[in-house]
């Protein structure tokens, strides 16, 4: 079992900037590619980036592409996605999720690919 908890979202200003966190605790040995999805009221939950075990390849979905950056720290147990420029359509709940894969290197983008989700964090951005 793995645990994530979600902090730093709030509300900000478009054009603002915003860095979420997520922290896993339990059985973090196992090689979790890591990921951020989120939902919007009235809307299916959406990929917003993923990050692979090893670090060393995201992917991020096209409405975020550029304006998002996701990184960990697998000594930390930690994984960040820092926001900029962001925009009334970013508003929603943010969602940590963690995914067991086999190869290092996997960035999985669908929610079915995740074994583990946070509670969320909400992100408000005002026009």
């Known amino acids: 079992q793995v645990q994530l908890v979600e902090s730093g979202g709030g509300s900000v200003h478009a054009g603002g900037s915003l860095g979420l966190s997520c922290a896993a605790s339990?059985?973090?040995?196992?090689?979790?590619?890591m990921g951020w999805f989120r939902q919007a009221p009235g809307k299916e939950r959406e990929f917003v980036a993923s990050?692979?075990?090893?670090?060393?390849?995201?992917e991020y979905a096209e409405p975020v592409k550029g304006r998002a950056t996701i990184s960990r720290d697998n000594a930390k147990n930690t994984v960040w996605l820092q926001m900029y420029s962001l925009k009334p359509e970013d508003t929603a709940v943010y969602y940590c999720?963690?995914?067991?894969?086999?190869?290092?290197?996997?960035?999985?983008?669908?929610?079915?690919?995740?074994?583990?989700w946070g509670q969320g964090t909400q992100v408000t951005v005002s026009s």
């Open positions: 339990g059985r973090t040995d196992s090689n979790y590619a």
């Open positions: 999720a963690a995914g067991h894969t086999i190869v290092k290197s996997t960035t999985p983008t669908l929610a079915n690919e995740y074994d583990y």
């Open positions: 990050i692979s075990w090893s670090g060393g390849s995201t």
